[in-house]
């Protein structure tokens, strides 16, 4: 009995022996760290003034907007209640306005939304004021395009037209599709 008593707490001291050893494994083991979606790096500013040069070095363009966001995921440019001056040398100024925008990853192209108008600002004329909803703008060839509705008012006369392709340096706006107006004499 006393054999079979001793053969137990040995028994018992190898099990505890054996469970703190596992134990111990256990904590050693370094706990794999918990992944979660990464946010990038990206920045936002407000109130921020974006200025585009021409070839020349002179100032092209100046964009201004309320927020400016990065989204790091794609690299593009969130904006909010934004504004385009575009100032070439010796033609006529164009400003383009809108309740957001976008200004793509490669930087290239300005896609303006909701409640676009943009105007000719030159003294000698009459403005030209083209709405529409949607608005890309090509800083690199000074070109304005859109697919969509769009209403001109111009010198008391209107025109309605789906597609415009504004060719901002030479002042020139080319209707694509639809095209109906009302001129005033």
Do not use: C
């Not at 370094?30 to 021409?54: F, H, K, M, R, W």
């Not at 909010?80 to 290239?108: F, M």
């Not at 709405?131 to 697919?147: H, Q, V």
């Amino acid at each position: 009995m006393i054999l079979r008593r001793a053969l137990s707490v040995l028994g018992l001291l190898v099990l505890a022996a054996g469970s703190s050893l596992l134990l111990s494994q256990l904590d050693s083991e370094e706990q794999p760290a918990a992944t979660g979606p990464s946010l990038g790096v990206g920045y936002y500013i407000n109130d921020a003034t974006l200025t585009g040069t021409g070839d020349d070095g002179q100032v092209l363009y100046r964009l201004s907007a309320v927020h400016v966001v990065q989204q790091p995921a794609d690299g593009s440019v969130r904006l909010e209640q934004v504004s385009v001056n575009y100032d070439p040398a010796q033609q006529v100024p164009w400003r383009l306005t809108a309740d957001t925008g976008q200004v793509l990853a490669d930087g290239k192209m300005i896609a303006l939304s909701g409640n676009v108008v943009a105007a000719t600002r030159g003294a000698d004329n009459p403005p030209a004021i083209v709405r529409t909803d949607y608005l890309e703008f090509d800083p690199g060839t000074d070109i304005a395009s859109t697919d969509r509705k769009v209403d001109i008012d111009y010198a008391g006369s209107t025109v309605h037209a789906v597609g415009l392709r504004a060719l901002l340096r030479e002042d020139r706006l080319q209707l694509l599709a639809d095209v109906t107006g009302h001129y005033e004499r």
